[in-house]
């Protein structure tokens, strides 16, 4: 409905016919020629422009998505052939040679010196028709009792099994878990300055209910079994319980003692005092005491003990998806489990 009473502005027609379009000369030109709205079956052309774009666009984002599938799948199948290619050596050969399999840092389920990377190292060392000998270079602190036993009872399967001879040879330093392990072995050689020894076993942790009692904080700690909670920093520990954890740190130092004693045998000067308290001596004196047999390199052992001068390392490492994985949050749950645990420890 419109205004009667409404009045345009002068000049102002709102239905004004367009003006024709200059043609290229200058003078108007014929909409009927040249306009493609005025021609015959226009409308389907256009649709037809239309739907064969819409396809080109398409099928371009199709094959783009093709192509990043794609290249994932190769990216993953590249981490799954490390994964399954892990460590091994790439020189192996059937030439004679020394196999070297490095022992470093903390000996502990998940590290480069776990029993899994450790074993598997061994087998494939062993195995190899052209490793005349096996050297462990050993470079740790100690670790779990558990990983190390398991590698000193791997070690004794193997020898037998293959009649390979298998040596110790020490670095920086070979305590605790590090020496439980190369007394597994044949002989056991260091470098004057080495660090060799600590026989025992521990188990630490932190006690904070002093400190809880002066800040006026209370624990509150629901537990099914009167010893759940041992162990907790935040509650007192009993006579009881420390009595309990002391009889099984004894029985595991006595463990590791049979150990020593089985493997160095006669060598082993087991009268000494202070031999198996957890001191811990160096390359020299541990000589001296039998915890070691002579001074000596890798290259010593490789070219005047097992006479295959040329070495091959089969030590089996974290890959590359691995480092991966923890890098993106496995090490760090891993970092604080270890930092919240009380197992025993042979260090």
Not at 55 to 80: D, P
Not at 126 to 135: I, L, Q, S, T, Y
Not at 179 to 207: H, P, R
Not at 232 to 261: C, E, G, N, W, Y
Request: contains cysteine.
């Amino acid at each position: 409905m419109t205004d009667s009473n409404r009045t345009e502005p002068e000049g102002f027609e709102p239905f004004e016919r367009a003006a024709p379009i200059p043609s290229a000369q200058g003078g108007p030109r014929s909409m009927s020629k040249n306009d493609p709205t005025l021609q015959s079956g226009w409308e389907r052309a256009t649709l037809e422009k239309l739907a064969f774009a819409s396809l080109r666009e398409q099928r371009a984002t199709r094959r783009w998505k093709t192509f990043v599938r794609l290249s994932w799948l190769a990216f993953f199948i590249f981490l799954a052939w490390f994964a399954l290619s892990r460590g091994t050596p790439a020189t192996a050969k059937a030439t004679a040679h020394t196999a070297v399999i490095e022992i470093k840092g903390e000996i502990a389920s998940g590290a480069d010196a776990s029993a899994e990377f450790v074993v598997a190292a061994m087998k494939t060392a062993f195995e190899d028709e052209g490793a005349k000998g096996v050297v462990l270079l050993i470079n740790s602190p100690g670790g779990s009792p558990v990983q190390a036993g398991i590698i000193n009872d791997e070690i004794k399967r193997l020898r037998a099994k293959y009649n390979k001879p298998v040596y110790a040879v020490v670095e920086e330093t070979c305590a605790s878990a590090a020496y439980y392990i190369a007394a597994a072995t044949d002989k056991v050689f260091v470098d004057k300055a080495s660090i060799v020894g600590s026989i025992g076993v521990l188990m630490d942790g932190f006690g904070f209910t002093g400190l809880m009692d002066k800040v006026g904080v209370e624990r509150r700690l629901l537990t099914a079994g009167e010893n759940k909670g041992f162990l907790d920093p935040f509650s007192p520990m009993s006579d009881a319980q420390r009595a309990h954890a002391q009889q099984m740190l004894d029985q595991i130092h006595t463990q590791f003692i049979d150990v020593v004693k089985t493997g160095r045998g006669d060598r082993l000067k087991a009268g000494t005092p202070g031999l198996f308290s957890g001191l811990f001596w160096s390359g020299q004196q541990a000589v001296e005491l039998g915890l070691a047999d002579q001074l000596g390199n890798v290259d010593f052992v490789a070219r005047e003990v097992i006479k295959a001068e040329e070495v091959i390392d089969y030590t089996r490492r974290d890959n590359v998806a691995e480092k991966l994985a923890k890098k993106f949050g496995a090490a760090l749950g891993d970092a604080s489990v270890r930092a919240m645990r009380t197992a025993p420890a042979l260090r």
